[in-house]
Antibody
Framework: QVQLQESGPGLVKPSETLSLTCTVS????????WSWIRQPPGKGLDYIGY???????YYNPSLKSRVTISVDTSRNHFSLKLSSVTAADTAVYYC???????????????WGQGTVVTISS | EIVLTQSPATLSLSPGERATLSCRAS??????LAWYQQKPGQAPRLLIY???NRATGIPARFSGSGSETDFTLTISSLEPEDSAVYYC?????????FGGGTNVEIK
């Protein structure tokens, strides 16, 4: 059974960098595409970007200047860094697996439970 | 960016009734549309992909239809556990986008 688990600080100060990790169990990172998605409090879902096993990435243009997604296949995890954060970046952050092994543009069939990140001094 | 507009915002129905949820795209997404169910405090769960295909383990009372710009998620006979927010998502164009959600309440 594939499981994803997000981890990282729950509180980040404005202007600093948010760093999260998604640890994958039951599936190898050396296949599939892997994404980050966030949900501001009481709002809908926003797509952040993806990475695949070879390190190919895509970032939402709305966040592109501040986002970095990386992968560590030896530890079977991938990571999100979001720089220069503001209160608008307060959200539940989810990691998710793309449904198909080969599609970058896909639906998401496995999700982490989500981690709450609050931006506040 | 493709905008997905979901309606109604809230749907309040009794158990056993039929629920019809709509998702309209600002331009064609062909059949590249998925539906998710999200309960409070939980991650979204994939229900339907590519407009009409049920994901693994999804009950048959959930069905999807539509193409191009107009899509429908139907719950044929509501169960109490279907109380949730439902989101659509397109994978036709980058960036991938989600609709604003429909809140289904069970009376």
């Amino acid at each position: 059974q594939v499981q994803l688990q997000e981890s990282g600080p729950g509180l980040v100060k404005p202007s600093e960098t948010l760093s999260l990790t998604c640890t994958v169990s039951g599936s190898s990172l050396s296949s599939y595409y892997w994404s980050w998605i966030r949900q501001p409090p009481g709002k809908g879902l926003d797509y952040i970007g993806y990475i695949n096993y070879s390190g190919s990435t895509y970032y939402n243009p709305s966040l592109k200047s501040r986002v970095t997604i990386s992968v560590d296949t030896s530890r079977n995890h991938f990571s999100l860094k979001l720089s220069s954060v503001t209160a608008a970046d307060t959200a539940v952050y989810y990691c998710a697996r793309h449904q198909s092994q080969w599609l970058s543009n896909d639906a998401f069939d496995v999700w982490g439970q989500g981690t709450v990140v609050t931006i506040s001094s | 960016e493709i905008v997905l507009t979901q309606s109604p915002a809230t749907l309040s129905l009794s158990p056993g009734e039929r629920a019809t949820l709509s998702c309209r795209a600002s331009q064609t997404v062909y059949s590249y549309l998925a539906w998710y169910q999200q309960k409070p405090g939980q991650a979204p769960r994939l229900l339907i992909y590519d407009a009409s295909n049920r994901a693994t383990g999804i009950p048959a009372r959930f069905s999807g239809s539509g193409s191009e710009t107009d899509f429908t998620l139907t719950i044929s006979s509501l169960e109490p556990e279907d109380s949730a927010v439902y989101y659509c998502q397109q994978r036709s164009n980058w960036p991938l986008t989600f609709g604003g959600g429909t809140n289904v309440e069970i009376k």
